[in-house]
């Protein structure tokens, strides 16, 4: 069952409370709180019979009272107790569970039992992004019953009890270090793989907290990709978190599947074997299991062997000949079509499911989007970080049905969009670490009656097979089975299930929206074909995974970014630095500096950093 009431059910519920807030009798808001009388957490279903249009305050104030934890949650707060007020033997408590497990409601939860007790006067949260400051102030009423202001950096909401990004806690150490000083404060650290002792976020982070009552430290990914360590935490010698057992609750992702807390994930490992054209009679083959091999000769043209890396080409653009078209039958090509049929099967059980591309880059972003909409005839949503009002984008996206959205970096750890359900996977960093924050975007449960699969769609080769393959290794053997097409449809709005060529709903009359079929050209004849085919219904050429690129496709990204060849280490500073360096630029109004840093890729950004202090 879906959480979100639909945009139609919406409008009958404000028609039904005659636009006035049911409860206060205030005139509604465009944002209205379509809520659900028997709490979703509580088993309620998303129907009409089930909802109230309330204002927003009212339904805040509604909240926690029918709050009913998870089995976890209960023994993780039981557990937080004990140790932190009965034992009182160390002032930190670890969560480490899966992403989409709950965490966040088991923090505050903790909180609110902390409250009740009489031992903390206020709370702080730090959170890694900005939408998920919000994400928390609205779990932390609905939990605690108490507001939570936000301290973002650029537009400060102040409450007794905040929520700051990592960043903002870096540049106002002293006043929270006065506010734990002047009060008994719980500290909750979310997504505490960001603070690195070494890294400017932990050092922030433990001088301004070192004399909070309470630290609560909450993680999915508890061990850093760069092998620093995080503050607050002990730790081993092989660099993992060492924290006392009864100091701690750990919940896998393998456990949370079969409890039923978590959608089981399958992998699919897109093959892709690719021919460059090096234009002087020679090529260049390429594949996951065979890296290119170079002869002496070759070797010598610069960023030749890094632009011929497999996964560079697997993030490379491909467009028809001697034009800007994306090629639906190039690599990404064929990555979005094993996704959207998979998408399109997901919607005869989850009729919203959405899709998710993580890309590595803006240009590469702005790609995947034309190809999806060429393909599927609909404009998926972008995201990214030269984009404004991005909170609104994603909230919008959350809460309608469009198919698909495309980002850079943006929808990561702590973004919850409970209706994803595929995603492709091309990202800039490969580590554990975002390999694992990414899955954790798409396997979010919708309730106790999704009977849905996660589906993660990406390159084949040894990096990202290693990591599908230990996150494969804690689901147990029957949630990694999966159980093929769908075999009948589920209504939206009764849950009743049908055939999966109804074209209503017998029990309610809901009428099934109807995909038209779509069609792929042949690269040997132009004939089209449907998406599905194998091979082509005019000629018999097959639809396969051999690609041919020219070396100007190859060097056009990847290695060489804008003309420029960039190491990976170089990308990772980059990105981490561009942040707070555009900030400071917007803010000079220097027009000379804004033009050079629209002309340079952030990518490139460290290595200017680094340049520069040379002349130091």
């Not at 009913?68 to 707060?77: D, G, I, K, S, V």
């Not at 007020?85 to 497990?101: Q, R, S």
């Not at 009489?118 to 609905?142: C, H, L, S």
């Not at 603070?195 to 909450?218: E, I, M, N, Q």
């Amino acid at each position: 069952m879906r959480r979100f009431f639909s945009r139609r059910q919406r409008y009958i519920l404000a028609l039904i409370s005659g636009g006035k807030c049911l409860i206060c009798g205030s005139k509604l808001k465009a944002g209205f709180h379509a809520d659900h009388i028997v709490p979703f957490r509580a088993k309620g279903r998303t129907l009409l019979s089930n909802g109230q249009a309330l204002c927003e305050r009212c339904n805040l104030e509604k909240g926690g009272k029918y709050m009913q934890l998870r089995p976890w949650q209960t023994e993780a707060l039981k557990k937080a107790l004990k140790w932190l007020v009965e034992k009182a033997e160390d002032k930190h408590f670890l969560i480490n569970a899966a992403p989409g497990a709950g965490k966040t409601i088991a923090a505050c939860t903790i909180a609110k039992s902390l409250y009740d007790l009489g031992q903390i006067d206020r709370v702080v949260v730090i959170a890694p992004r900005v939408e998920v400051v919000k994400q928390w102030a609205d779990d932390f009423k609905t939990v605690v019953g108490r507001y939570m202001g936000r301290i973002v950096g650029s537009v400060d909401k102040i409450e007794f009890d905040v929520c700051a990004t990592w960043a903002a806690v870096q540049s106002l150490q002293d006043a929270f270090q006065a506010v734990c000083k002047a009060s008994r404060v719980l500290v909750i650290c979310d997504e505490h793989h960001h603070a690195a002792v070494a890294a400017a976020w932990g050092s922030g982070a433990s001088g301004a907290f070192s004399d909070a009552k309470y630290v609560v430290v909450l993680t999915g990914t508890p061990i850093r990709s760069d092998g620093k360590k995080s503050i607050w935490m002990a730790y081993d010698d092989q660099g993992s978190i060492d924290q006392p057992e009864e100091g701690s609750y750990t919940l896998s992702y393998g456990e949370a599947v079969d409890l039923g807390y978590c959608r089981p994930a399958t992998f699919h490992r897109h093959e892709g074997h690719f021919t460059v054209d090096l234009e002087d009679g020679e090529k260049v083959s390429v594949s996951g299991q065979q890296p290119a091999t170079l002869t002496p000769t070759l070797k010598r043209i610069p960023g030749l062997q890094r632009a011929l890396d497999f996964y560079r080409l697997a993030c490379t653009p491909q467009f028809e000949p001697n034009s800007a078209i994306p090629r639906v039958d190039g690599y990404q090509g064929t990555m979005v079509e094993w996704a959207s049929a998979k998408l399109s099967d997901l919607r005869y059980r989850m009729p919203n499911a959405g899709g998710l591309v993580i890309a590595p880059t803006i240009e590469m972003a702005e790609y995947m989007v034309k190809l999806i909409e060429k393909m599927e005839g609909e404009t998926p949503i972008i995201v990214h970080s030269h984009m404004n009002n991005l909170d609104g984008k994603i909230e919008s996206f959350r809460h309608i049905d469009k198919r698909w959205i495309v980002s850079v970096a943006m929808i990561s750890e702590g973004v919850d969009i409970a209706r994803l359900r595929v995603l492709i996977y091309l990202p800039s960093a490969l580590t554990e670490l975002a390999f694992r924050q990414a899955i954790g975007r798409v396997v979010r449960t919708a309730g106790p009656d999704d009977d849905t699969r996660a589906y993660v769609v990406m390159p084949s080769f040894d990096v990202l097979e290693e990591f599908a393959r230990r996150v494969e290794d804690e689901m147990s053997p029957s949630a990694r089975k999966d159980s093929g097409p769908p075999k009948t449809k589920k209504c939206p709005v009764c849950a009743t299930e049908a055939p999966l060529g109804s074209r209503s709903c017998e029990a309610c009359g809901y009428e099934f929206p109807m995909s038209p079929p779509k069609f792929k050209p042949c690269a040997e004849c132009g004939g089209l074909n449907q998406m599905s085919a194998k091979s082509c219904q005019h000629c018999d050429a097959k639809f396969g995974t051999d690609f041919v690129l020219t070396l100007d496709e190859a060097l056009r990204a990847g290695a060489i970014v804008r003309g420029m060849d960039v190491q990976e280490e170089e990308v990772k500073e980059g990105e981490a630095i561009a942040g707070s360096l555009r900030k400071l630029v917007l803010a000079s109004g220097d027009e000379k500096l804004l033009k050079v840093i629209r002309q340079l890729p952030e990518e490139s950004w460290a290595r200017l950093k680094r340049m520069m202090s040379e002349q130091d």
